[in-house]
């Protein structure tokens, strides 16, 4: 089995002014929660010729300009989250979210304009080359003193160009990804989001993994995995399955039927 601390994690680098190599390493930010989805988007500028409303058919179009690559995710932090060995806990997460925040903030450059950092956005094998473009922050629970505990960051990075995708070489012994986490509405039960996802019968190996003593009882906004089972922790230990060469997860119990069944195509 492997630790939590091999899973790959999604990083947000600074480049140099060329997008090319990283520099300030100390600014290099390592999610805390791997997004669980990527948004790619692609546009060119486009224009009818001139005339175009005197002719008749249709009227030819012209690229006029460079286009623009967009990517766009949502990272989770939380202070109440089980800390890696080594690290040091934090109180505010907002101690957390300012190291994303840096690399919308604008640089003093000298004889130049202000310019937020070049940045480069890693995970695995996906590897996004920008500037960001817009950072939203919503804290979402907060301390009995006032104090931010759990924040969502929606971001968007922009480069003013098209280019081929670009690759990550992969580590070898792993493939990138994480389980979807679930945010607990108010109110609600392990119980009751298990039954959700047609799991009831499984609420309490979803608890048992979770490390939820009281399933009546959970914090709103509390990140929890759905897809979990006793046998999997998402704080301790995770076990990944590789089936035909993508990452999935368990569904249902991990049981010896299963890996005797298969026991040639997962990888721990």
Same mark, same amino acid.
């Given at each position: ?5 091999n ?5 947000l ?6 997008f ?13 929660f791997n997004?669980?989805s990527?948004?790619v988007?692609?546009?060119n500028?486009?224009t009818?010729?001139k ?9 030819a ?6 286009g623009?690559?967009k ?19 934090e109180k505010?997460?907002? #101690?957390? =979210? +300012?190291r994303?925040a840096?690399?919308i903030t604008?640089?003093?450059?000298? !004889?130049?304009?202000?310019?937020? %950092? &070049? ?6 094998s ?13 804290l979402?629970?907060f301390?009995?003193e ?5 924040a969502?960051?929606a971001l968007s990075?922009?480069?003013? #160009?098209? =280019? +081929? ?6 580590k070898k012994g792993?493939?990138? !990804?994480?389980r979807?986490?679930? %945010? &607990? ?5 392990i ?19 979770n ?5 009546r009882?959970?914090?709103?906004g509390?990140?929890l ?5 006793a046998?999997?922790s ?11 060469g ?18 040639g195509?997962?990888?721990i």
């Open positions: 089995m492997s630790n939590t601390q899973l790959a994690k999604a990083e680098q600074e480049l140099d002014a060329k090319e190599n990283p520099i300030n390493k100390d600014k290099t930010c390592q999610v805390q997004p669980e990527l948004k988007s692609f546009a500028q486009i009818s010729g005339g175009a409303g005197d002719q008749k058919g249709t009227p179009r012209q690229f006029v300009g460079a623009t690559t990517l766009s995710l949502q990272l989770w932090f939380d202070v109440t989250a089980p800390v890696p060995p080594g690290k040091t806990a505010d997460v907002r #101690k957390l =979210t +300012e994303v840096y690399f604008p640089k003093e450059q000298t !004889g130049e304009q202000r310019t937020p %950092p &070049a940045v480069r956005f890693s995970w695995g996906f590897r996004f080359d920008g500037i960001m473009e817009s950072l939203e922050e919503s979402e629970f301390s009995s006032g104090i931010p505990l759990r969502s960051v990075l922009t480069q003013q #160009k098209i =280019t +081929e995708f670009k690759f990550n070489p992969l792993g493939l990138p !990804g994480t979807p986490l679930t %945010p &607990a509405p108010a109110g609600s039960t119980q009751g989001l298990a039954d959700s996802q047609g799991k009831g019968g499984n609420w309490q190996d979803i608890a048992t993994a490390n939820i003593e009281n399933p009882m959970l914090q709103p509390q990140l995995d759905l897809n979990a089972s046998g999997i998402v704080s301790g230990i995770d076990l990944g399955v590789h089936l035909g993508s990452f999935g997860e368990t569904s249902g119990q991990f049981s010896a039927g299963i890996s005797g069944g298969i026991s195509g997962i990888e």
